[in-house]
């Protein structure tokens, strides 16, 4: 029989902060194809790396942010904390830029099909992630599936431009709780 391993809080952490970069790094391609296929890759790909680099090296800051907290006083602990929340926040902000930047596009494109086609717009088509009904009916014309195809590839880049904008925020906020537990224990240490 194995022996228990024995696992810290803050090991955990770590290892769900490994998790979302590879998860950061799949959404990241699943977006650089689909703008491929849309803009040949000149549309959102340089965002899309930019911001997964930045989010990279904010959980590595993180992570050098706790292991420095062993050897320094807690005022410097504290001090680059700050830092770091400064930093999430400015990721934050441009992962909402993100949003806001690459969603009309996507609109665009598909009011543009629906023109050709001389198709309506689904009132759904720029709903919330979880708000747009899923059509169940498919057309009996082509034009109408080729609309169709044309909203699910719509809702399919609005909500992973979501996803990746809320896992960019999900990052940075583990990667502030792990860096604020280890300056609780600095904390800790020099009230002793």
């Known amino acids: 029989m194995l022996d228990k391993i024995e696992v810290s809080q803050q090991q955990l952490r770590s290892m769900a902060l ?41 959980v590595q800051s993180a992570a050098e942010l706790v292991k420095l907290s062993e050897s ?9 904390v700050r830092s770091l929340a400064a930093g999430a926040q400015r990721l934050k902000e441009e992962a ?3 949003i806001t930047n690459t969603n009309p596009k996507a609109n665009s494109r598909y009011e543009q099909l629906l023109m050709e086609l001389g198709e309506a717009k689904s009132p759904e088509a720029t ?13 009996a014309q082509g034009r109408k599936i080729t609309a169709q195809a044309g909203f699910a590839c719509l ?3 609005i909500d992973e431009f979501a996803a990746f904008s ?4 999900a990052t940075c906020n583990l990667a502030l709780e792990y860096a604020l537990n280890a300056a609780a224990k600095s904390a800790q240490k020099n009230a002793c």
């Open 18 to 58: 490994n998790a979302m970069v590879l998860a950061l790094d799949a959404q990241a391609a699943a977006l650089q194809s689909m703008d491929r296929e849309h803009s040949l890759g000149i549309e959102s790909s340089y965002s899309v790396k930019s911001l997964l680099g930045k989010a990279k090296d904010f």
């Open 72 to 80: 320094v006083s807690f005022i410097e602990t504290r001090q680059k």
């Open 96 to 98: 909402e830029e993100f």
């Open 127 to 139: 709903a919330p992630a979880g708000n747009a009904e899923t059509p169940n009916e498919v057309g």
């Open 155 to 157: 809702r399919a880049e």
């Open 166 to 169: 809320l896992q960019i925020h």
